[in-house]
């Protein structure tokens, strides 16, 4: 069962079954931002914290609490309240925030501010596939969610 459906409580039926390659695509996607190989400058607790951080910020309390339960030391970030800076990720938090709820708004300066910040262009690749793959995780388990007639 991919992380999408068990949020959203959706077990299975025709719509969802004809969709079953994109649900798996899905579970692949999520596996390689979540828990890649190759974490680069963040480690899979803090990937964890961070999703939990843009799901909570979407407004999604289940999503967010299931990413926080794999955030170990890093949960304390899930909060969108903390501002990473005794963990040194103030500009990181910053950028994660901005690109999560005011998408709009962000400019190449705020990618500027990363570098400055010493984030490698790889990790703010990393940074921006997942707070990608977290808008869109969210908008189908809202989805699913309407699919199984729960709005919450």
Do not use: C, W
């Not at 992380?3 to 959203?8: E, F, G, M, R, V």
């Not at 609490?65 to 501002?83: E, N, R, T, V, W």
């Amino acid at each position: 069962m991919s992380t999408a459906t068990k949020i959203s409580g959706v077990g299975s039926g025709a719509a969802l079954e004809a969709r079953a390659k994109v649900m798996e695509m899905t579970q692949a996607a999520e596996d390689s931002v979540l828990r890649p190989n190759e974490t680069g400058a963040f480690p899979h607790d803090l990937r964890a914290a961070i999703a939990a951080r843009v799901a909570r910020l979407n407004g999604d309390e289940t999503l967010a609490d299931h990413y926080a339960a794999h955030a170990g030391a890093m949960a304390p970030l899930a909060d969108p309240s903390a501002d990473g800076s005794a963990q040194g990720l103030a500009e990181v938090l910053h950028f994660v925030d901005k690109v999560a709820a005011q998408t709009a708004s962000v400019s190449a300066g705020d990618v500027d501010d990363l570098r400055a910040a010493g984030v490698s262009d790889p990790d703010i690749v990393r940074l921006s596939e997942l707070n990608a793959f977290l808008a869109y995780q969210v908008r189908l388990i809202a989805g699913l969610r309407l699919l199984a007639g729960d709005s919450a």
